[in-house]
């Protein structure tokens, strides 16, 4: 099954980029269709969007029990080496984060210096991003960030981030899928008339009629959210330079920027002209009356100099509550998609990193495993699992899977499941050892670590053991 070939351009850590401070979204053409979406975000994913429960059964069906069995009792293991790995991973990277974990609520912390403090996060910054490539994040580059960033909200609201007051300034996503936003007022109002009139039902339905079509006909929009966003910022004011840490879910790409902290955010012009010109006119006929009145009586006078008081206090506050409403809906917005922050944002990482490597892993030797006369190579042994993971979810043809075959390949290297051999050109090939060899040094490699505390497996032990 031929696999289209998957464009690493986009994503790639190490890739150029021009860096552009600031991002201001004031344009309404910049709203979300078809041709202003990110070209990159429409990549394949390079992470697995199944539960690995739902792979074990997939791979588990019409097999013979005693290799099912074998093949379960191998998982649990793998799993559980992973788990011991990353937990051991996680304590390190608490004990380097929490002297300068804003949030903290230990006591007798050690006091930092401004440069020991400096110091610190630049080893946090660098072991985060390790364990970003194990959860299969990609980051995006400033370009990437910049085409996010100067998109129109959905909310409506002016959104200015100046990236100029964070170093480093990342961003990075994993998964991105397609959605409906909620209807706006208008919307919901012509939805209810259409409802309840039939003959606007019928006039509505003229514009998808030849010779109407073509004239009614409008670019179909459509609506991409990040179903995972992290963020890793470190402002550069202050004495300490605390790194942020932010993990967000289902985030619009429209509304990215408001998640970023410290972000401006305003009514658009739009809708302050709307408000003012409510409260302008507003005061322009109480300031009329006024005149009227001070032409009658002073009492009359007291009575319209109340009213025009009242209306100037009235508009005010209009505007006030309608600048509160707009914030305050943003704000329930982010409440609702923020998942974690700074050390359990650091625990979420390192379980997506767990999950990840147990299902690359395993995808990997099953398929090896199923084919014991043959020595795979990389990019066979890639194609054939991106075929099968395509037949999980038939229904979704948005998103195709980059399975990470090198990393997996490595990762059974290290456990010495897997046997390499080399071609006349140098090229590597591969072929899984058998369950039963595999159970057997996954074993030993328990029984080590219980010892001496490593999961070391020698070569001179996998070398004695032989292929039936």
Not at 1 to 20: L, T, V
Not at 92 to 105: G, N, T
Not at 343 to 348: N, P
Request: proline share 5%.
């Amino acid at each position: 099954m031929n696999i289209p070939p998957y464009n690493k351009q986009y994503g790639d850590r190490d890739s150029p980029s021009k860096i552009i401070p600031t991002a201001t979204a004031t344009d309404s053409d910049n709203r979300m269709n078809m041709s202003s979406y990110p070209e990159f975000l429409e990549e394949p994913e390079n992470f697995i969007p199944f539960r690995m429960t739902l792979l074990l059964e997939k791979l588990l069906e019409n097999r013979p029990e005693e290799q099912a069995r074998g093949l379960r009792h191998l998982h649990r293991m793998l799993a559980d080496r992973f788990h011991l790995e990353f937990h051991e991973k996680l304590l390190h990277l608490r004990d380097l984060f929490i002297p300068i974990d804003p949030d903290r609520d230990t006591r007798a912390e050690p006091i930092l210096s401004p440069e020991e403090h400096k110091r610190k996060g630049e080893e946090v910054i660098r072991e985060i991003q390790s364990l970003l490539i194990s959860c299969n994040f990609t980051d995006m580059t400033d370009e990437q960030i910049n085409q996010c960033l100067t998109l129109q909200p959905l909310s409506g609201l002016k959104v200015e981030v100046d990236r100029l007051k964070f170093d480093p300034f990342q961003i990075s996503y994993r998964g991105c899928e397609q959605y409906v936003p909620s209807p706006n007022r208008w919307t919901r109002v012509k939805n209810w008339l259409l409802e309840k009139l039939p003959v606007l039902r019928k006039l509505s339905s003229l514009k998808n009629r030849r010779p109407f079509k073509k004239y009614f006909s409008r670019p179909k929009k459509k609506f991409l959210r990040l179903k995972k966003v992290f963020l890793l910022l470190r402002p550069k004011e202050g004495q300490d330079q605390t790194v942020i840490l932010k993990l967000y879910r289902d985030v619009p790409v429209e509304n990215l920027k408001i998640i970023i902290p410290d972000a401006s955010i305003k009514i658009t012009i739009f809708d302050s002209v709307k408000i003012g010109a409510t409260v302008g006119c507003g005061l322009i006929a109480s300031a009329l009356k006024l005149a009227l009145a001070a032409a009658l009586s002073w009492v009359v006078l007291l009575i319209f100099l109340f009213t025009f008081i009242s209306s100037v206090l009235k508009g005010l506050a209009g505007f006030i509550n309608s600048k509160t409403k707009h914030i305050g809906n943003c704000s329930q917005e982010l409440l609702y998609q923020n998942l974690s922050n700074n050390i359990g944002t650091i625990s979420a990482l390192v379980t997506m990193a767990e999950e990840q490597e147990v299902k690359e892993t395993f995808l990997a030797y099953v398929e090896l495993l199923d084919h014991p006369d043959r020595w795979y190579t990389a990019k066979e042994m890639d194609s054939e699992i991106e075929a099968w993971l395509g037949t999980l979810d038939p229904n979704d043809e948005y998103k195709s899977i980059d399975f990470e075959e090198h990393d997996a390949l490595r990762k059974l290297k290290e456990k010495a499941l897997v046997e390499v051999r080399q071609d006349d050109d140098g090229q590597e090939r591969y072929r899984a050892v058998d369950l039963a060899a595999a159970l057997q040094r996954l074993t030993t490699a328990w029984t080590r670590y219980t010892t001496d505390g490593t999961f070391g497996y020698s070569e001179n032990q996998a070398g004695q053991e032989t292929r039936p």
